[in-house]
């Protein structure tokens, strides 16, 4: 097992400028070595090199000086590659001792180069930083689906503009076979912004300004405590902030930044990378398992609403990939982006107030206004968009306005949705 450094002293400390004198300054110091050292090879060119042998131990040092000279920014006399080569266990125990003592004789720059004993131990962090990493993308992908629908991504309080900007890009740059056939978003985010998803969900839709309006316009106080009592904050918090999921999260985030940019690694952050991600694992598992217990309030789905529509070319390239199996109804919701408007409590009433007058005029025993014809079509082709008019007539569903119920369908087996105007 190999550890290097770079060692340099810009200015001029060392009492040395020789390999055969650093020789002497390792080999006096008993706990980098067990006897003196052994010349195995010497070679004097353009760059001075040492090879030695601890013959107590078998430890292999290479110490070789580098030309300056020709550096463009700096002028230092005295730079050296310090090589160990050991059993990993000797590695292990002089990584610290060495860095130390080089600083000690007058080095007071020095750069890692190689650290193979931590290499050894990112290769065990990887796989546990890697499985938790996926396991919190398989939640929130669920989650969001269920929660907010197929387009989740698109809104600001769940993905935020810095990762939207980074899935945009990664998306063009996507070279793999599954590109165009499968939905990707948080697949691109890194694994702090992924984090910060959950952080986030906390405060997402409690926008303070919206409550003290809905109190202000209120008369009703149990009307009111039905639109602004939601327990979707309560279940982030209660199952993730009061479970320290930020705090293990940024642990983890700190240990992958160090496997992943060839950082010293330590046995403690193997411990803690076993332990958070234990940790994580049970947070996350258990978080899946209760996701029917997030429930948003009316305040919290109106506030789905506010954030403007994204136009088409902005979106992901595969968010606006053709499904085979319902051609039409993709190429209704994608042309919907596309200088679409959020539609508002008075306009779906109103539309839908229309269609119902036009019941009268089907020549059918039993008509109804199919939801997703009404939502897709009716509504799409006026301009409005049809994520926020889903959003809009399950905020109506329940302030008791309209019912969306199952009917009988003329064109399957199973029956559809379909919704109607209530008396008021």
């Known amino acids: 097992m190999k550890f290097e450094i770079l060692v340099v002293d810009p200015s001029d400390k060392l009492d040395f400028n020789s390999v055969e004198r650093f020789k002497l300054a390792i080999g006096l110091n008993e706990k980098l070595c067990g006897s003196e050292l052994t010349v195995k090879e010497e070679q004097y060119k353009k760059e001075s090199q040492v090879v030695l042998i601890d013959e107590s131990n078998q430890n292999k040092w290479n110490i070789q000086k580098l030309d300056t000279s020709k550096s463009l920014g700096d002028l230092y006399s005295s730079a050296y590659i310090l090589t160990l080569e050991a059993d990993k266990e000797v590695i292990k125990n002089l990584r610290r001792p060495l860095i130390e003592h080089c600083k000690k004789i007058g080095f007071s720059r020095i750069r890692l180069l190689t650290d193979e004993y931590s290499q050894h131990i990112a290769r065990e962090i990887y796989p546990l930083i890697n499985k938790i990493e996926n396991l919190l993308r398989r939640y929130i992908i669920k989650f969001f689906t269920i929660k907010i629908g197929l387009d989740y991504s698109r809104q600001e309080q769940i993905i935020s503009s810095k990762a939207s900007e980074k899935i945009k890009i990664r998306s063009k740059e996507d070279t793999t076979f599954a590109k165009g056939l499968i939905d990707v978003d948080v697949e691109y985010v ?12 906390k405060t997402a839709f409690n926008r303070i300004d919206d409550i003290f309006n809905k109190i202000e316009l209120s008369s009703d106080l149990s009307e009111l405590k039905k639109e602004i009592q939601g327990n979707y904050s309560k279940y982030f918090k209660d199952h993730f902030e009061q479970k320290d999921f930020k705090a293990l999260w940024e642990k983890c985030a700190k240990i992958r930044n160090k496997v992943a940019h060839n950082y010293i690694i330590t046995e403690e952050d193997l411990e803690n990378a076993k332990s958070s991600v234990e940790n994580l694992e049970k947070i996350i598992t258990n978080a899946d398992k209760k996701i029917n217990e997030a429930v948003f309030s009316i305040v919290e789905k109106e506030a789905l609403i506010k954030p ?84 809009m007539i399950n905020i109506l569903d329940d302030k008791g306005m309209v019912e969306i119920y199952d009917h009988d369908n003329p064109y399957g087996d199973y029956p559809t949705k379909a919704i109607k105007l209530l008396d008021s």
Request: net charge negative.
């Open 190 to 201: 890194d694994f702090e912004e992924l984090g910060e998803i959950i952080y986030q969900q």
């Open 308 to 391: 403007s529509i994204q136009p088409l070319e902005t979106r992901n390239e595969t968010e606006l990939v053709k499904r085979t199996d319902n051609q039409e109804y993709e190429d209704r919701i994608s042309s919907s982006y596309q200088n679409s408007k959020a539609i508002n409590e008075d306009e779906l009433i109103k539309e839908l107030q229309q269609e119902q007058n036009n019941l009268s005029k089907i020549p059918y025993d039993n008509p109804f206004i199919g939801l997703k014809k009404f939502v897709t079509k009716t509504l799409a082709d006026k301009g409005f968009d049809v994520h926020s008019s889903y959003i």
